[in-house]
Structures are given as structure tokens and as C-alpha cells.
């Protein structure tokens, strides 16, 4: 056995149509090098591309260095599949800044520069009213952090006009549907339009031979899709239908760090559900980082009306001022969406606003859905989320032992720390708690 690992200076279009020849040659591997100086390489290449054949297109890999984006691009396109990985700036971790905000193109810049400011101020106000909140609730080894769980729940009153920056990593195709969709988004068009202008550059400074496929991208057709939401409404934030129930066992595989149950499939494959969930644009933007768990999600025109998530600690103590952010918040909002269309005036959308997507999970990845946010340094909406998700699981039969935060699912294999959180243990003992006794206050 011989092997190579390819350096990162190949041409997307040389290993593409390597890979290809590859399939036909009995003889020998074709090399990127045989493919670059071969005669009928771009003929090849826009016959196997045209006819669908994309597997060859997803070996190379772009990692794009992204700054100055909207949370609302990331959360509407990059992050909406699954074909992606990101490491992105944090609002629960890093104090934002005022001056990290995306002004629509047509809009009164004195007008949104003013809005921006005041929402600020109360994420601000939330900031530094919170904090001693949290310091009093943590335990006495967390407190030193009261002010990032302060963060975590001001950064609800953020716009999503928030700017970010982040790592993206997608293969070609993945980059050529950018450039092909942009123009279909229902919001961000003209964001989503000089994201992809710079893309296609970057692309073609690494390969020229993309040009065709670029192109190809550009004239092809998308269509957004509508759904009856009606179909799926709940009177309740979450509900759970469609529910295949098969029975599994955890094991080593799931609660290992490299989660070997990612390639060894049992029968947790063959079971599932689908959910209607009501949440946040906060909460889904955190939900989507589950890339197994693909969900619809729609135009916001389509399902907009003034319904926001509201933390339980900001309830109980700072309730009539976060209603007057948020109220400020859509009346300025309404205002604009007159002036230059829903498409543009979203990005002053606050993080608490409420949308509604119908998600699909089956139980190999929830497994690991569970780990992440029944863990109780998690995102409490998203805790809660997943916790009514295992609630009607449980109420349609379903065997939920094997829906566990990390420390429970080590202690079940015996695996020491049971907590692999470190200095970031959140001071409870979960693994010795019934499903029926969890609780956070923050």
C-alpha cells in the first residue's frame, strides 16, 4: 500500500478531473499533475459537471476567511445546509462592539446609525444590570464568569444586522451553489450579492479553469421554497410528529471524544422524528451548527408577526425593560420594512425575534444533539428545546435513556472525568440526576 496526502496547491479543476480519469485507468492513479497538462481536461471537466457527476468537485476544499458579514447572511445561507464547517465569533463569550453593524445599501444611514446605537445601549444596560444577577446564582468557582452569562442573555437584543467574522470551509460545489442561490434569497440579496462577487475572485485567483462552472452557476435557476405552515403549527414552542421508533443501545461509540458512532451506524439509524419548533433567531442560529439535523426553514415575510423569546432570568428581574427594547425595536423594524422592503429592513431584527422551522432528526445523530445541549453550559433555550423534544419522545414510547448530557452518558460507560468539560464543570452533578430532575435556572 502506498499513500499521499495532496498539498493544498493543486488546482480544484486538476484533482476534479484527476479523480475522474482515476475511476477508468486500471493501470495506475491519474496525478493532478497528469490531469493540469492533459489536452481535453476542461472538455472533460464541463461534460462530467453538466451531466451531475459532482463527486468530483468535492475533494478540494476552499477556506475562506470571512469579516464584516451579517449574522443574517451566515444564519440564512452559510449555515442553512449541510455541507459546511465555520468557527465563528461568539456573542456569548466576546463583548460585541458598537461599530460591527451592516447598514442596508438604500437605507438613511443617520436613521439605522441612531437605531443601532440605542439597541446597543440596551445590550449594554443588560450587560451590566445582569451581571451581578449571575454572579449570585453561579457557584463560587463560576462567578468569575457572571459576565459572560450576562452576555449570553443581553446579546438577545442584538440586531442581526450584527456583523461577524468567522472560518468557512466548503468544497467547490458547495461554492458554486452560493454563486448560483444568492440571487433567490428572500432576505439579504444585495449582501449575498457582493459575498459571491468576492468568492467568484478568490476562486479564480486559485483556478481559472473554474470560469465555466462560475458561469454555468450563475444562469442556472433556483427556486426558495414555500410551504403551508399551517400543516405543522403547534400551539405549543415544540412539538414532535412522524415518530419512527426503533430501540438502541449506547455504547463506548457515543460517548468516546472522537464519537466513533459517526462511523460505525447501528440501529439508532433507523429511528427518528420530525419537530415543529418555535425559537429564536439566536437559539436557530445555534441549532443549526447541528448539521445532521437539517431543517425548513422559511421567508420570514412569510411567518413574520411580533413574537419574541424572552430568557426566564430577564422575566423574573428586567422584564419592563427588555419589552421596551424590543418594542422600540419593532417599530423601528415596521418603519423601515415600508421604506425599503422586509428583504432589507431584517437586519434590524433583534436575536429574541421568534421564527418557526419544521427540523428532522434521526436518533444516531440526536444522540449526540442530547450530549451537546442537555449539558447544562449549553444554550438554555436550546437546553430547553431539546428537553421538550425528549419529552414527547418519551410520551410517544420511546425508550429515552439513551438521550443524555455528556457526563451522564460517560458515568452510564464508565468513563472518567465523567464531566469533559474541565475547569468549564457547571458545579452539578447531573449524572446522578433523573431526566425528570433536571433544572437551570441560567
Known amino acids: 500500500m502506498e499513500l499521499k496526502i495532496l498539498d493544498t496547491n493543486y488546482k480544484p479543476t486538476d484533482i476534479a ?116 444577577i449571575m454572579k449570585e446564582k453561579l457557584p463560587k468557582f463560576q462567578k468569575h464568569i457572571a459576565n459572560k452569562k450576562a452576555q449570553e442573555m443581553a446579546r438577545y437584543l442584538l440586531p442581526v444586522g450584527m456583523k461577524a467574522h468567522l472560518y468557512h470551509t466548503i468544497n467547490v460545489i458547495t461554492a458554486l451553489r452560493y454563486i448560483n442561490v444568492a440571487s433567490f434569497l428572500p432576505e439579504c440579496k444585495t449582501e449575498a450579492q457582493e459575498f459571491v462577487e468576492l468568492l467568484e475572485k478568490e476562486m479564480l485567483k486559485i483556478d481559472k479553469d473554474l470560469k465555466p462552472l462560475i458561469e454555468f452557476a450563475k444562469n442556472q435557476k433556483a427556486v426558495f421554497p414555500k410551504i403551508d405552515i399551517d400543516k405543522f403549527r403547534s400551539s ?32 439508532s439509524l433507523l429511528g427518528g422524528f420530525n419537530s415543529y419548533i418555535k425559537l429564536s433567531l439566536s437559539a436557530d442560529a445555534q441549532n443549526q451548527r447541528h448539521r445532521r439535523s437539517p431543517a425548513i426553514r422559511l421567508a420570514l415575510e412569510d411567518i413574520y408577526k411580533r413574537d419574541f423569546y424572552i430568557p426566564p432570568i430577564i422575566k423574573e428581574t428586567l422584564l419592563e425593560e427588555y419589552n421596551e427594547a424590543i418594542e422600540y425595536s419593532y417599530n423601528f423594524f415596521e418603519s423601515q420594512k415600508e421604506i425599503l422592503g422586509f428583504d432589507e429592513a431584517v437586519y434590524s431584527l433583534v436575536n429574541a425575534h421568534n421564527i418557526e422551522i419544521i427540523q428532522k432528526d434521526d436518533f444516531n445523530e440526536f444522540t449526540h444533539k442530547a450530549q451537546m445541549r442537555l449539558c447544562y453550559n449549553a444554550q438554555q433555550e436550546i437546553f430547553d428545546i431539546v428537553y421538550s423534544q425528549i419529552k414527547e419522545l418519551k410520551q410517544n414510547g420511546v425508550n429515552i435513556d439513551n438521550f443524555l448530557p455528556p457526563c451522564a452518558v460517560r458515568f452510564k460507560e464508565g468513563i472518567k472525568p465523567y464531566c469533559p468539560e474541565g475547569d468549564r464543570f457547571c458545579g452539578v452533578k447531573v449524572w446522578k440526576l433523573g431526566f425528570d430532575e433536571y433544572k437551570r435556572d441560567i
Open 236 to 267: 405549543e414552542n415544540v412539538n414532535v410528529f412522524d415518530v419512527v421508533n426503533y430501540d438502541f443501545e449506547i455504547n463506548e461509540n457515543y460517548a468516546g471524544i472522537l464519537r466513533a458512532s459517526n462511523i460505525f451506524f447501528d440501529e
Open 17 to 132: 478531473v484527476g479523480s475522474a480519469r482515476s475511476c477508468y485507468f486500471a493501470k495506475n492513479i491519474v496525478t493532478p499533475e497528469s490531469a493540469s497538462s492533459w489536452d481535453k481536461k476542461n472538455s472533460l471537466l464541463d461534460s462530467i459537471f453538466k451531466a451531475g457527476h459532482h463527486t468530483t468537485l468535492q475533494h478540494y476544499h476552499f477556506t475562506i476567511l470571512i469579516e464584516g458579514m451579517s449574522r443574517h447572511l451566515i444564519w440564512r445561507l452559510l449555515h442553512s445546509h449541510m455541507f459546511y464547517n465555520s468557527e465563528q465569533v461568539s456573542q456569548r463569550y466576546a463583548k460585541m462592539k458598537i461599530e460591527n453593524f451592516y447598514i442596508p445599501q438604500k437605507a438613511n444611514k443617520n436613521k439605522w446609525n441612531e437605531y443601532y446605537k440605542k439597541m446597543f445601549s440596551y445590550y449594554e444596560f443588560f450587560c451590566q444590570k445582569l451581571e451581578p
